[in-house]
């Protein structure tokens, strides 16, 4: 025979020949623009019998970007069909109806498919698909593809991409796989309407030619249109962003510009730089027409054992709309954290800044007080920690004396719990070491020791029972205590501190059950604690329990002060009664109130803070009331009331929210009498009340304000609205402050935001603040 041809039903072929020869590319200026339609990639449903029957081979089988083994890139052309028809003289192969034909890590599919074998050149028709093996797909209305489908043209062309982004174009050139020249490129990640699928996308990229980079993991556009709802809004001769499949690249980030009372107006162009694959730092130059030009850093790095990260800037305030004096400025925040083997762990805190009005003003994270610290820690389990670290501190208000902000060399702390019990109790030891340090001012070493031991029982009738012992032991170095800021004069010196604390617990939890209602439950506690009296503690240096506030959370603590400086004596009863009732939803509704009796008549020189409610023999009542029968609605209160008049309140502090629809009510009361260690010391009185919530599945929005009853004005008012999509982020948010600087007695900078928030998903974001 002259020509001989055969055809088969359902064959498998595995051709040879590599694949050669390709076609130059194809211009594709004459087509018109495409729109964005891909056609269903999801793969046929391998071992199915196709229309002639047999069995179809795995189109999957073996392939390396599945995740299996690599192939070698010399490996044969390997395909399966419905019909397949072989021309031995023209060396063409020709195979119809469903055809997948894959070599190495590419799947080509179409309904026709020819191959030739002198040239080594495959041409796809009819519904063509590529899958690469970063999974990605192409869909073409033809295809001319080379050298294991890496090179070629490709007609109609369709994409669909990572983080659902979409491409079309009217033709495209491959060259080695990695990079495709398109012609009259359309692209968005937004999906189309269902009900009228031929409208414009909310945003689409537009273009006269793009080239996909997949090594370097970027979309480049030539003449380029972006267009919102099909009306343009924005031209460039040239656009890049990366492919949606890299999670980052470099390159520079959208813009950020407005106008603020400090800054005036201002322009900034943040640039990210991956500088390999555990690093990158984005640089952020602003600037502004009132105050000196900034720069702003912000550096990551990821080793194999840790991580640094990092954020550091330096600019300049003019010294006239700040309110200060002229000056260089800028500050550094740098933290780093690493494993030294399975138990032992170390890292380093730096922060430092000019001050608080150079944070404020060019909204870099403000903080009251800035930490530096190097320490190392260890874990064994539950049962050990172990903690050495070193602590400077920086006030960043101008009333702050840097003199007087402590030292902190060393700080050491050890703890062991093991789990054997003793004396059928469980047991707990610590030990520290801490050294404290100032330029002017008290100075004092502390060396500290605790055991507590603890064991639960459960008594004939149901009641519970907790015998506690806690035994603490402290030598302290103390001098210029008679100095700010703990002005103690009697604290000088050596001395040591003992204290022993035993306590017998015992509560009876009394439980109704109420069938379809739940359970409810009365529960009276009592608690008896005794000890040594501890005498004036004015003689004791004071650095870790300055602040105290008396409420239900440590009524039944055995040392209800904050820290070691402070230790509770003399002998005690207290007491609560808590009531609840539990629902078999899961909601509850509970209650607590309480009070503590102290036996001895040493209160006054065993508690030095005034107001706190354990300055008299009978403490203050606390309570606690929390109630969220429902999982719409949750209220939480706590109350603190005088010992001797019980309507004069000394602290409340109440929460509640309730959400309907996804619309979230929440309301909020506080007051607080004076505190000696806060200043200024003040009674507090604030209301709060805001609603927030899902307009509808795109839009959310959410206003909140809080003020002060005490000075009679607004503390703070914020509101937020916003839209997302899946391609698309509108969003705005206003805050205003009216927190001043207790110094000047003015409003900080920066206490007025105004945020607009625009986010093309996989394309970029755009910023607009006022502040």
Known sequence: M????????????????????????????????PSITPRDPTPMTSGTAPAGGGPRVT?????????????????????????????????????????????????????????????????????????????????????????????????????????????????????????????????????????????????????????????ALRISYRDAKV?????????????????????????????????????????????????????????????????????????????????????????????????????????IFLKGRFTVDENWRAGFDLNRATSEIYLRTFRYEYRRVLTSQVFTEGFWGTEGYARMDARAYQGLRSSDDTRQVPYVLPNIFAEKAPREKVLGGHLTLDAGLLGIYRDIGSQSQRIATRARWERPEVGPLGDLWTFKVDATAIGYNARGQQEPPTNLPDANGTRGVGNVRAAVDWRMPFIRYAGEYGSQTIEPRVQFVTGPRMGPQSSVPNEDSVDFEFTDANLFALNRFTGRDRQEGGSRVDTAMRTAWDFPNGGQVEGLVGRSF?????????????????????????????????????????????????????????????????????AGYLYSVPLPYLVPSRTREEVSAGIAGRINDFWRAGVSTKYDLGLGRLVLIQGFAGYEDECFILEGRFIKRFAEDPTSQTLYPASTILLFRVGFKTLGEYFFRAL
């Open 598 to 666: 102290r036996f001895d008549d040493d209160f006054k020189d065993a508690n030095p803070y005034a107001g706190s409610g354990l300055d008299r023999r009978a403490s203050d009542y606390v309570a606690r009331m929390r109630v969220a029968p429902v999982p719409w609605l949750e209220t939480i209160g706590r109350v603190r009331t005088d010992g001797e008049q019980i309507f004069q309140r000394k602290l409340a502090d109440t929460v509640a929210n309730v959400t309907v629809a996804g619309v979230t009510v929440s």
């Open 2 to 33: 002259s020509l001989a041809r055969t055809a088969m039903r359902c064959a498998r072929v595995v051709l040879l020949a590599g694949l050669v020869v390709g076609l130059p590319g194809l211009a594709a200026a004459q087509y018109d623009q």
């Open 227 to 331: 267009r919102m709802f099909g009306v343009p809004v924005l031209y460039t001769p040239y656009l890049s962003h990366p492919d949606p499949s890299t999670p980052r690249a470099s390159g520079f980030l959208f813009p950020t510009f407005g106008y603020t009372r400090f800054l005036g107006a201002f322009f900034e162009t943040p640039y990210f730089w991956a500088i390999d694959q555990t690093s990158d730092l984005t640089i952020t130059p602003i600037v502004s027409t009132r105050q000196y030009p900034n720069l702003g850093l912000e550096y990551r790095k990821l080793f194999n054992s840790g991580e640094i990260l990092g954020s550091a800037s330096i600019g300049g305030l003019n010294g006239k709309d700040t309110g200060g004096k002229e000056e260089l400025a800028g500050h």
């Open 59 to 215: 189109p999957f089988a073996g392939m390396g970007g599945g995740g299996g083994p690599q192939q070698d890139p010399n490996a044969p052309v390997t395909f399966t069909a419905d019909e397949v028809e072989y021309d031995r003289e023209r060396g063409l192969v020709t195979a119809r109806g469903k055809v997948e034909a894959w070599q190495g890590e590419r799947l080509l599919r179409a309904d026709l498919f020819t191959y030739d074998r002198n040239t080594g050149i495959v041409t796809a028709t009819g519904n063509v698909q590529l899958l690469e093996a970063d999974g990605s797909v192409l869909f073409a209305d033809r295809a001319e593809l080379k050298d294991r489908f890496r090179d070629g043209v490709l007609e109609g062309v369709r994409a669909l991409l990572a983080a659902n982004g979409k491409m079309a174009a009217n033709g495209a050139q491959r060259t080695g796989g990695t990079v495709n020249e398109l012609s009259r490129v359309v692209y968005s990640s937004c999906d189309l309407c269902k009900d009228d699928p031929t409208a414009a996308p909310l945003w689409q990229v537009e273009a006269r030619r793009a080239t996909q980079d997949k090594d």
